[in-house]
């Protein structure tokens, strides 16, 4: 009950500070979760983001609370000084009263080369064993014609350049503290410190060079560390091999010191069909293909303003569509019934079979609807009728641009197991 009254008093203060920072732009949401049997509150969530800006600069706050009262602040700042784009970005850890991580970046252009600056300081220790590092990130891109150039070299800090790299220098940023399938990341790891202490010694370096060509494009990454030289690595992607259902997507050659790897991906590109999506691998061994195989099956089509949905997943042990992919990924479906790799966005395990209704449309003055309704099933538990194990339920309607309500619920074979109601508020 103590932090049931906690969360409501700051429930309070943030919808106060809301209301007193009307001349701002920001937002609240607020979400309140609990189970039916026996009925208590299983989760309750307020965030609030106030954002400030003038002459070019934003200065946002964000306060996260939960059950337990306030959980996290950040604040990010952000805006451009000169010829520089700078941001910052410092993590506190309210529920311990701890600094977590501060990130400051700059980014400018000279005579075509972006150039960028990563420092940090970063808790690698524990919020009860705190233990501060702190490091830099020297790099920059550039375009030559068609030959494109990354590299960067760090000091006590982790290989960020592969993000960079794939996804850009704002979505690392932006990485830095994010939500994903209702679960903060604070922060991601995206960006990190590696050891602890003040002194940033060098820890490494990589550079990308990659030229496209006709049908292909080549690219070459070396990096460096501490002990010397890492790695080395040619590749060729996006290969044409005249199927418009299979291409290579690559094949490299890997060097380290001690060892040499080839490794070949192929990849089957098939489209929707009669809005059937099948979702194949490739079996085989190196460069020989003895096959491929069904790995899910999902099917969509919409109507005017309702879509109806239905996924089969065939293989919950581990796969990934490509042939030879170093590594493995676990694919499961999500609750928006798409195909997800993040555990904390996989549903429950063995849910492997679902049929879902959504419909859309418009609601009170200028806002819109949104309604789903999910039912999952597990084949390998036939206890309840035709396998089902539970339904979700899902309503959004907004009022205005500017307020929305939403509910949910849950029923499974035991009767309901929980509902959820929230609200979001924008200004």
Request: with cysteine; aromatic share 14%; charged share 15%.
């Amino acid at each position: 009950m103590k932090r049931v009254l906690v969360v409501g008093i700051l429930i309070v203060v943030t919808g106060v500070l809301a209301a007193m920072a009307a001349p701002l732009s920001g937002s609240w949401s607020f979400s309140i979760q609990s189970d039916v049997d026996p009925f208590s509150i299983a989760a309750i969530e307020s965030v609030v983001e106030v954002d400030y800006s003038i002459s070019g600069w934003t200065v946002s706050s964000t306060a996260i609370a939960n059950l337990n009262g306030l959980d996290n602040v950040y604040f990010d700042t952000k805006g451009v000084l000169g010829g520089f784009a700078l941001r910052s970005i410092t993590d506190f850890d309210a529920a311990d009263a701890q600094f977590q991580s501060m990130i400051t970046s700059a980014v400018t252009a000279i005579a075509g080369v972006n150039l960028y600056a990563l420092f940090m300081l970063d808790n690698v220790g524990s919020t009860q064993t705190p233990s501060m590092g702190s490091g830099l990130t020297l790099g920059g891109w550039a375009h030559a014609g068609d030959l494109s150039i990354w590299g960067q070299t760090r000091f006590n800090m982790n290989n960020t350049s592969g993000y960079i790299y794939k996804y850009g220098y704002k979505w690392l940023l932006d990485h830095f503290i994010f939500k994903v399938c209702d679960t903060w990341q604070k922060p991601s790891g995206y960006i990190d410190v590696q050891t602890a202490g003040c002194t940033a010694c060098w820890s490494g370096a990589d550079v990308y060079l990659e030229m496209p060509f006709s049908c292909f494009d080549v690219l070459t990454q070396v990096s460096l560390s501490c002990t010397g030289f890492d790695h080395a690595l040619f590749e060729i992607n996006d290969i044409d091999l005249g199927l418009a259902w299979l291409n290579l997507k690559w094949v490299d050659v890997l060097f380290t010191t001690t060892s040499k790897s080839v490794n070949t991906v192929f990849d089957i590109t098939v489209g929707d069909t009669a809005c059937i999506t099948p979702y194949l691998a490739l079996e085989g061994a190196g460069t020989q293909l003895t096959g491929f195989s069904l790995k899910a099956l999902k099917l969509s089509y919409t109507w005017d303003n309702v879509t109806f949905k239905a996924g089969d997943l065939f293989d919950e042990s581990g796969w990934y569509p490509y042939l030879n992919y170093l590594g493995t990924r676990y694919y499961g479906w999500a609750w928006d019934g798409e195909l997800a790799t993040l555990p904390t966005c996989v549903v429950t395990e063995g849910y492997d079979e679902y049929f879902a209704l959504l419909v859309t449309g418009d609601s009170c003055c200028g806002g819109a609807y949104e309604f789903s309704t999910f039912a999952w099933f597990d084949t390998g538990n036939s206890t309840g009728l035709f396998d089902w194990s539970e339904t979700r339920v899902k309503l959004s309607v907004g009022i205005g641009s500017n307020v929305s309500l939403t509910f949910g619920m849950s029923a499974t074979q035991s009767g309901t197991n929980w509902f959820k109601l929230g609200s979001e508020v924008v200004w």
